[in-house]
């Protein structure tokens, strides 16, 4: 194939590139050499990819086109392989924080989190939309205006009819009454006798479905990997939650294998926006992002390998937070790749994402002698406007490379946080930023195929959807050259990344380049390969991922058709309460103009505050 052989970039010591706002690096906006396609010519796609010897030529030109082998697989690059984003524990200096025994248990921390939480007071002054906090339930369950078993069966009816014509939600992939009410009635039970376990008891929680919970298959958002990987027990992050308490009310649906990025599964359905049901609700996570968004439950678990908790948080108008990798057990949750992807909390509001993150936080498999963990460090929200003054940086170039509205309306609540909290911003240049998009691409693909690689063998194609057998047919391409580069592009971004946060304490990025775009029928079968969309939609995601970084996406305001847009703050290795406290920040300057989703359902049934 020497014919298209390319010229691969030739890269500089990553210390000899500056990073200044005024540096001459050029910023490489992504090139995307390929069509929308849907329907047919998706399948007509998948048969050619399939074919002996053209198959992977074609392959070979669609990575050549979209600058893989510029970039990646035949660039010199001085640095040598970093495989895995870990970060050593480092005294970060919190402000505004408790410092928690990483040894108490889920009960004990969620406890410590609700210490950290500001009056509810404020919140319930509000005139605008509100949805139901933690808080609220479990203030309703102790007060016994509602519980748990009532706001159980509103669940299950709201879900059943979201699931039907006309909305055809797609919220979940499996739901069952029967243990749903069992849990329940206990909890229900529990509050009679006055002895909840935690503020979590009672409150319902849904779980992206590549994540073992029982007694559901976990799918992967496929109709064959349950068969073939059975799930045994709950995860551990979902342990954490069962044993606070918490309600968890079935599987959210999400892209199949999260093989990319709109949400669109071919066999349990597109997840519909809840702002818009004619437009996409983000993946891969994006049942769980829009279930919350709806009001079904306060908060659900997702996961994150490329942006799939921040992307569809965001599209939803939902807390998306994405912890530092390692802060949060891994296990139970499918291996679809290992070095990127990692479990992550979308709720509606920031108090809700602190508890539910005190309550799964810290990887107990790993029995670290304590000084050798991360601090744990809680927030405390009641302080917030006490946070001494925090210096975000901002890559003008890759700030702006998004819509007009994202970018005025991220703009815009950058200056209202410096207008009332004094917070500063100065401007940097994040080199090749499309060069690591690139990099987690060539990454996660091959660790997906590896994953799947003796299954996918055993199994008939006829049951994969047909753009996740496009994505499996990129992903089988890659070769160890591709992935060894893929790693030194890793180190050189975590030397950059290690240079960023000696000069500010925070990444600031719009969370996507674009909002929530039009659901189109002909996808609902096929899927569809829109690769514009999906490099728009996870510009801004991959450091998060491919360097472990801890993020967070806040609603920022709405695009002119109404669509939320999310912001972005990417923070230091440990430093959650800091991105949480900025997230809180956020929230409480806008919470007042949060608007409420077309479809949403309220599971308190009580008036508006
Ligand atoms: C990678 O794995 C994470 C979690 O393990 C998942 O959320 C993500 O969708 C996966 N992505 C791909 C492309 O396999
Ligand atoms: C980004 O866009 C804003 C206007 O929205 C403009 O003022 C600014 O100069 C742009 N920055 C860069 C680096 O292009």
């Known amino acids: 194939m020497g014919v298209f052989q390319s010229e691969g970039k030739v890269y500089q010591p990553a210390a000899e590139i500056d990073l200044s706002a005024g540096s001459h690096e050029p910023y490489t906006h992504a090139n995307v050499k390929a069509p929308r396609v849907a329907g047919l010519l998706v399948k007509i796609f998948v048969w050619i990819l399939e074919l002996w010897i053209v198959g992977p030529a ?100 709201a879900l059943e009819e979201s699931s039907v014509p006309p909305l055809k939600m797609a919220f979940f992939i499996s739901y069952d009454a029967d243990d749903i009410l069992r849990q329940a009635t206990e909890s229900s039970q529990r509050y009679e006798k006055g002895t909840p376990i935690s503020i979590l008891d009672g409150v319902l929680v849904a779980i992206k479905d590549e994540i073992d919970c029982l007694p559901y298959p976990t799918t ?96 939803c108008g939902v807390i998306g937070f994405k912890p530092t990798s390692g802060r949060l057990p891994n296990s139970g949750v499918l291996p679809l790749n290992w070095t990127v992807g990692m ?22 498999a790993t029995c670290q002698p304590k000084s050798l963990l991360p601090e744990f460090n809680l927030p405390r929200l009641k302080s917030t406007r006490l946070l001494p003054n925090i210096k975000f940086a901002k890559y003008g170039k890759w700030f702006n490379d998004s819509s007009a509205d994202i970018r005025s309306c991220c703009d815009g609540a950058l200056q209202m946080l410096s207008k009332h909290y004094g917070w500063k911003t100065v401007d940097v240049t994040l080199p090749e930023i499309e060069e690591m998009r690139l990099a987690h691409y060539v990454t996660i693909g091959s660790e997906c195929y590896t994953f799947l690689g003796t299954h996918l063998e055993k199994i008939n194609y006829g049951e994969i959807g047909w753009d996740a057998r496009i994505a499996l047919r990129i992903y089988s391409s890659f070769s160890s050259r591709d992935y060894l580069n893929a790693q030194r592009i890793r180190n050189r971004q975590m030397q950059f990344h290690k240079e960023i946060f000696r000069r500010a304490d925070v990444i600031v990025t719009p969370t996507t380049g674009v909002t929530a775009y039009p659901l189109q029928s002909d996808s609902f079968n096929t899927g569809e390969l829109d690769y514009i969309n999906a490099a728009a939609l996870i510009r801004f995601s991959i450091s998060g991922n491919f360097l472990g970084l801890p993020a967070v996406s806040v609603l920022a305001g709405y695009d002119t058709e109404g669509m939320p847009i999310g912001l972005q703050f990417i923070g230091r290795p440990w430093s959650e309460a800091t991105l949480l406290h900025i997230a809180f920040a956020m929230q409480t300057l806008f919470i007042q103009s949060y608007r409420k989703p077309e479809v949403f359902y309220d599971m308190l049934k009580m008036e508006k505050a």
């Open 58 to 157: 074609v392959v070979y030109i669609l990575l050549k086109d979209n600058l893989v082998h510029k970039l990646v697989s035949f660039a010199e690059v001085p640095e040598s392989p970093m495989f895995r984003a870990s970060h050593s524990v480092e005294d970060l200096q919190e402000h505004e924080v408790t410092c928690v025994d990483p040894y108490l248990t889920p009960p004990e921390r969620v406890k410590e989190a609700v210490n950290c939480l500001p009056e509810s007071l404020e919140t319930a002054l509000l005139t605008g939309f509100k949805r139901w906090t933690i808080q609220d339930f479990s203030t309703a369950y102790n007060l016994g205006e509602t519980s748990p078993l009532k706001v159980a069966k509103r669940f299950l009816s």
């Open 220 to 315: 992967g958002g496929t109709k064959w990997l349950h068969k073939r990987r059975p799930c045994t027990e709950d995860a551990a992050c979902v342990k954490k939650l069962r044993s606070c308490g918490a309600v968890l009310v079935g599987k959210t649906n999400m892209h199949e294998l999260g093989a990319g990025t709109s949400g669109i599964n071919p066999h349990y359905g597109p997840t519909r926006n809840p702002y818009n049901i004619n437009k996409v609700s983000g993946g891969s996570s994006s049942g769980s992002a829009a279930s919350v968004c709806a009001g079904l439950c306060p908060v659900a678990l997702g996961v994150d390998g490329g942006g799939s908790v921040r992307m569809p948080a965001a599209l």
């Open 343 to 364: 479990p992550g909390i979308l709720a509606g509001t920031v108090e809700d994402t602190l508890i539910i993150y005190a309550a799964i936080a810290g990887d107990t």
